[in-house]
């Protein structure tokens, strides 16, 4: 079984940038991916991107495609999203899942370990 921590999530304005971390432990990460996903309030859970642990593929939504950049430090078992020019649409709960496959996938079904989730709210 992984753990995954999210942190780094906060208050930011439109156009602002934050840095979220997903710290994952428990076993050997080569053959997972890691993924990013966010809900807000009222909404579905949805897609924002994911890398995979051991292989060259990072995928992303187009809603925020050249925002966003997802990348790993292998050393710290650490992944990382770059959120820049964030929008107050942003604004949710994000969360990183892992997947026992290096394949990244869109789809939540696919991950079944989760961390508990961070704020992320962009004002106006």
């Known amino acids: 079984q992984v753990q995954l921590v999210e942190s780094g999530g906060g208050l930011v304005q439109a156009g602002g940038s934050l840095r979220l971390s997903c710290a994952a432990s428990?076993?050997?990460?080569?053959?997972?991916?890691i993924g990013w996903f966010r809900q807000a309030p009222g909404k579905e859970r949805e897609f924002v991107g994911a890398?995979?642990?051991?292989?060259?593929?990072?995928i992303y939504a187009d809603s925020v495609k050249g925002r966003f950049t997802i990348s790993r430090d292998n050393a710290k078992n650490t992944v990382y999203l770059q959120m820049n020019s964030l929008k107050p649409e942003d604004t949710a709960v994000y969360y990183c899942?892992?997947?026992?496959?290096?394949?990244?996938?869109?789809?939540?079904?696919?991950?079944?370990?989760w961390g508990q989730g961070t704020q992320v709210t962009v004002s106006s």
């Open positions: 890398i995979s642990w051991s292989l060259d593929a990072t």
């Open positions: 428990g076993r050997a990460f080569s053959t997972h991916a």
């Open positions: 899942a892992a997947r026992s496959n290096v394949i990244p996938r869109v789809s939540h079904m696919d991950y079944d370990s």
